[in-house]
């Protein structure tokens, strides 16, 4: 069984708990057969709104709205199950430690008051992780090359990284927008995009990415890698041509040279054997025709997924830009994600390789983020 059949049955596994739980609850404080049916059928329709959005073609406002509601859905769905999980054990806590029997109607009264505080408290933490998408903060490591001499009188190069934007249906053409007129008073020399650049085909717009990034103008250039998503969405070569047409240069197992002051090396997804059956390149066949001249120029490793961070330290990188694990976004997921990855997010280093692992600047599934604020990266590396 793959673990996105594993995940599949997990959701319809929380949703039956949850919606018969949500039924049963609501007939025990006091609502009618038909108003707690009514409620149970609209619980149904939304955990069906996520699975029937990834099914639906188009890009109309009814289809974005069946699509935030089913993933709006998610978040309600597991935070109401861990406010479950904390009632249920304060509840066990309250029968062992209490000393005498609670009557009905004050019984009843915790009832309800447990009941809405968790549904409510739910809906809130959605809410509010619903707008902390909304506020993208900027994170300014400063990292020397090893390679070469730092001058006080030099300005360093500023590289600035996204990763995870999912560009689609939920994450807009204007949120992307948004997100280069934050980067402009940055003055970066270059973009780089670590993956998962899109999310689906429907709500993509590459003649505004493209006027979007040529406002911007980096002197060296927008560079990107393909994530898994750019597999899940459709063929890879077609994502690959439509970020092109967006302005973004895709390195797909290559290395280039950036304006004779880095290169870069770009690799494709960890994921590809999955999607396609061949393995993606190692990075000493990526740069078995680079010439040994360019090779005192600092290197930057663009690879979605931070798996095997010691094959960039193997091969003398000075930076490694990566993202995929969104720092879990959803509560309690961080924790899962840092039990998985040697640097699941933020700084690490390795000899003299250095790694920014991103929390991504969009998000996947719910428009919603629990575990940090979406993020631009400014890499000032001292030359």
């Known amino acids: ?43 149904v329709a939304l955990s069906l709104a996520f699975p029937a959005a990834r099914l639906l073609d188009g890009n109309e406002p009814w289809v974005r709205g069946v699509a935030f509601a089913g993933t709006f859905w998610l978040s309600f769905v597991l935070h109401a199950m ?13 029968r062992i430690f209490r000393r005498r029997r609670v009557c009905p109607e004050s019984a009843l009264r915790w009832r309800k008051r447990a009941l809405w505080g968790v549904m409510g408290g739910a809906f809130c933490v959605s809410l509010l992780g619903w707008a902390n998408t909304q506020q993208p903060v900027v994170r300014e490591p400063r990292l020397e090359a090893a390679t070469a001499q730092p001058s006080q009188a030099a300005r360093p190069l500023r590289v600035v990284a996204l990763s995870d934007l999912h560009l689609g249906r939920l994450v807009s053409p204007a ?87 880095v290169l870069l090396v770009g690799r494709d997804d960890y994921s590809r054997s999955r999607f396609i059956g061949d393995a993606r390149k190692s990075l000493p066949e990526i740069l078995a025709d680079m010439p040994v001249a360019l090779r005192q120029q600092p290197m930057i490793v663009l690879d979605h997924q931070p798996f095997h961070l ?30 998985i990855y040697e640097n699941a997010y933020g700084y690490s280093r390795r000899g003299q390789t250095h790694y920014w692992v991103s929390a991504g600047a969009g998000t996947w599934g719910p428009r919603v983020r629990t575990t940090s604020r979406p993020e631009i990266v400014l890499i000032q590396m001292g030359m």
Request: charged share 20%.
């Open 310 to 339: 010691e094959e960039s330290e193997a091969i003398g990188a000075f930076l490694q830009i990566s993202g995929h694990t969104h720092n879990g976004q959803l509560f309690p997921f961080n924790f899962v994600v840092r039990w």
């Open 82 to 94: 861990l406010l479950l999980v904390l009632l249920g054990m304060f509840h066990g806590c309250a």
């Open 175 to 261: 949120y992307f927008s948004s997100l280069i007129e934050a980067i402009e008073p940055l003055r970066p020399d270059m973009l780089l995009l670590a993956g998962d650049i899109l999310d689906d085909y429907h709500g993509l717009d590459t003649r505004a990415m493209r006027a979007d990034l040529e406002r911007l103008s980096p002197p060296l250039g927008v560079w990107g890698v393909l994530g898994n998503h750019e597999y899940i969405a459709g063929d890879a070569d077609v994502s690959r041509r439509l970020l092109e047409a967006g302005g973004v240069r895709i390195l797909r197992d290559e290395w280039a040279d950036a304006g004779g002051k």
């Open 1 to 43: 069984m793959s673990i996105f059949t594993l995940i599949r049955w997990i959701y319809v596994a929380i949703n039956i708990a949850l919606i018969v739980g949500l039924y049963w609850n609501l007939r025990r404080v006091g609502w009618k057969r038909r108003s707690s049916a009514g409620a149970g059928l609209l619980a």
